[in-house]
């Protein structure tokens, strides 16, 4: 005998045993097989084939199949039926004593030589926390790679149609909407503040703090239309789809625009800027079709394999930046420590510590995030699963505070803009007759001029002698 099954799996967040709201509805669910094969049966018989519908916590899935009849076997042969464990022709079950009645069974027969069986419609109440597997399968080999299915299953929590791995989802995007609120609102205040000194980079940052609100703010209404409807309509899906890959393209390039100096060591990005647009646009087009393969018409919590080969490019890139970054870092804070430009550089190393951070703690959690679904491949820890998708976006937002408050708008931009004559004095060097020089709009004591300038009045009053 043999078994074949498709599956569905969803997280159910029922809690009690008195109010069963967490229901499964079937809905139009119809079996179809192939017209030689429904000609071969006999016409006055009831049952020619029979497809079961089987519902399972999934730490209980050890009951589906003959384990505690010490047999490998899923479907019931003569054999085990002997002893009157099992009827020949159906999936072994063995209920589960902490919960009657599971795992559910819901059978639907084809009858004499019809091509169709239809699914009776009906709900299925769940009491009991937990993530479940819904199976169709038969023992029919005569069904085997024959049998098409067709219709859907609606799936239901007590609060809603979201799955419970995504339901933490909704509230913390509502959460991240407000923040980022909070932050707009502190960078429009301080930008109105000093509109007089605002400089290219500032703007930079509003198009990033902007994206980002709009971003958080379609996710959340995503989800809240997804968990009312039980739907996701590709039109929202995809524009949040899209502001979130708008914004982390534009992130990524603020980073590596700021790590390059602009605005503050060069005035323009010069010779790279195409090979910068280039790989912003790359990224764009690589995480746009990665966010729409997860999630476009996606009501499952779980991704399909079509992930895997789309993840890899995002993680280039990704690497691409990175690297980027660094390096141009490194050189900025070489040509500030030679221009002696004493605030800037500290402003840079502030900087480069906040992206070390940020880098350390990102490979750490890639490997905790590796090492989750490894340990997790039934995702029996869904109730934790959330937290991977929420680090990064706190990640981005909070190296976004960063930058925010490192370049914030001031009455002093000279701190950290770029000034040509500024520059071109520090290229010529430091005179020697001064006592203190002003560079970045800070005042330098020269202890070195000091001596010197001493050593030359002395001189000049031995010549006067």
Same mark, same amino acid.
């Given at each position: 005998m043999q078994s074949k099954y498709?599956?569905?799996?969803? =997280?159910?967040? /029922?809690? &009690?045993?008195?109010? =069963?709201?967490?229901?499964? %509805? +079937?809905?139009? #669910?119809? +079996?179809?097989?192939? !017209?030689?094969? /429904? =000609?071969?049966?006999n016409e006055m018989q009831q049952s020619t084939g029979l497809v079961e519908a089987i519902l399972v916590e999934v730490k209980n899935r050890d009951k589906i199949g003959g384990a505690y009849l010490k047999s490998d076997a899923i479907c019931c042969t003569p054999k085990l039926a002997s002893d009157g464990s099992c009827k020949v022709g159906e999936v072994i079950i063995r209920q589960?004593?902490?919960?009657? &009645?599971?795992? !559910?069974?819901?059978?639907?027969p084809f009858g004499g030589t019809n091509e169709e069986a239809k699914m009776v419609p009906q709900t299925i109440e769940i009491n009991r926390t937990g993530m479940y597997y @819904? *199976?169709?399968? +038969?023992?029919?080999?005569?069904? !085997?790679?024959?049998? #098409? %299915? $067709?219709?859907?299953?609606?799936?239901?929590?007590?609060?809603? *149609? @979201?799955?419970?791995?995504?339901?933490? %989802?909704?509230?913390f995007y509502g959460f991240m909407s407000l923040a980022y609120l909070i932050l707009g609102l502190l960078w429009f205040l301080r930008f109105v503040q000093h509109w007089k000194? #605002?400089?290219?980079?500032?703007?930079?940052?509003?198009?990033?703090? &902007? @994206?980002?609100?709009?971003?958080? /703010?379609l996710w959340y209404f995503e989800y809240a239309n997804f968990n009312a409807t039980g739907s996701r309509p590709i039109g929202i899906t995809l524009w949040a789809v899209t502001f979130s890959a708008c914004k982390k393209t534009f992130s990524r390039l603020l980073l590596l625009a700021v790590s390059m100096g602009f605005g503050v060591v060069r005035p323009t990005l010069g010779g790279v800027t195409l090979k910068v647009l280039l790989l912003g646009f790359t990224y764009f087009a690589a995480s746009e079709a990665l966010e729409v393969v997860e999630n476009v018409g996606n009501i499952n919590d779980f991704s399909g394999k079509a992930r895997v080969f789309l993840v890899l490019p995002v993680a280039l890139l990704d690497s691409c930046f990175i690297l980027w970054i660094f390096s141009s870092l490194s050189k900025t804070l070489e040509k500030l420590q030679i221009r002696r430009s004493m605030g800037k550089l500290e402003l840079y190393r502030k900087f480069t510590n906040a992206l070390a951070l940020s880098v350390l703690v990102s490979v750490a959690w890639i490997g905790y995030e590796l090492y989750f679904n490894a340990s997790d491949p039934l995702s029996e820890l869904w109730k934790r699963a959330w937290v991977i998708q929420a680090f990064w976006a706190v990640l981005a937002y909070m190296l976004l505070?960063?930058?925010?408050? @490192?370049?914030?708008? $001031?009455?002093?931009?000279?701190? *950290? $803009?770029?000034?040509?004559?500024?520059?071109?004095?520090?290229?010529?060097?430091?005179?020697?007759?001064?006592?203190?020089?002003k560079v970045s709009g800070e005042l330098m004591e020269r202890k070195p001029a000091i001596i010197t300038d001493h050593v030359f009045e002395v001189i000049e009053e031995e010549k006067r002698e």
């Amino acid at each position: 005998m043999q078994s074949k099954y498709t599956r569905s799996n969803v =997280a159910s967040e /029922a809690n &009690g045993d008195k109010d =069963a709201e967490r229901c499964d %509805l +079937f809905e139009s #669910i119809i +079996f179809r097989r192939p !017209k030689e094969v /429904a =000609a071969k049966q006999n016409e006055m018989q009831q049952s020619t084939g029979l497809v079961e519908a089987i519902l399972v916590e999934v730490k209980n899935r050890d009951k589906i199949g003959g384990a505690y009849l010490k047999s490998d076997a899923i479907c019931c042969t003569p054999k085990l039926a002997s002893d009157g464990s099992c009827k020949v022709g159906e999936v072994i079950i063995r209920q589960d004593p902490d919960n009657p &009645g599971w795992p !559910k069974r819901i059978q639907t027969p084809f009858g004499g030589t019809n091509e169709e069986a239809k699914m009776v419609p009906q709900t299925i109440e769940i009491n009991r926390t937990g993530m479940y597997y @819904l *199976y169709f399968m +038969f023992c029919d080999p005569q069904l !085997k790679g024959t049998t #098409i %299915l $067709s219709g859907r299953t609606v799936w239901r929590n007590p609060d809603g *149609y @979201l799955p419970g791995k995504m339901t933490p %989802l909704m509230p913390f995007y509502g959460f991240m909407s407000l923040a980022y609120l909070i932050l707009g609102l502190l960078w429009f205040l301080r930008f109105v503040q000093h509109w007089k000194d #605002i400089i290219q980079l500032h703007y930079h940052i509003t198009v990033v703090i &902007g @994206l980002g609100m709009c971003e958080m /703010a379609l996710w959340y209404f995503e989800y809240a239309n997804f968990n009312a409807t039980g739907s996701r309509p590709i039109g929202i899906t995809l524009w949040a789809v899209t502001f979130s890959a708008c914004k982390k393209t534009f992130s990524r390039l603020l980073l590596l625009a700021v790590s390059m100096g602009f605005g503050v060591v060069r005035p323009t990005l010069g010779g790279v800027t195409l090979k910068v647009l280039l790989l912003g646009f790359t990224y764009f087009a690589a995480s746009e079709a990665l966010e729409v393969v997860e999630n476009v018409g996606n009501i499952n919590d779980f991704s399909g394999k079509a992930r895997v080969f789309l993840v890899l490019p995002v993680a280039l890139l990704d690497s691409c930046f990175i690297l980027w970054i660094f390096s141009s870092l490194s050189k900025t804070l070489e040509k500030l420590q030679i221009r002696r430009s004493m605030g800037k550089l500290e402003l840079y190393r502030k900087f480069t510590n906040a992206l070390a951070l940020s880098v350390l703690v990102s490979v750490a959690w890639i490997g905790y995030e590796l090492y989750f679904n490894a340990s997790d491949p039934l995702s029996e820890l869904w109730k934790r699963a959330w937290v991977i998708q929420a680090f990064w976006a706190v990640l981005a937002y909070m190296l976004l505070v960063v930058t925010c408050v @490192l370049w914030s708008p $001031s009455h002093n931009p000279t701190r *950290y $803009s770029y000034s040509e004559e500024v520059e071109d004095v520090e290229e010529e060097g430091i005179p020697l007759t001064a006592s203190g020089v002003k560079v970045s709009g800070e005042l330098m004591e020269r202890k070195p001029a000091i001596i010197t300038d001493h050593v030359f009045e002395v001189i000049e009053e031995e010549k006067r002698e």
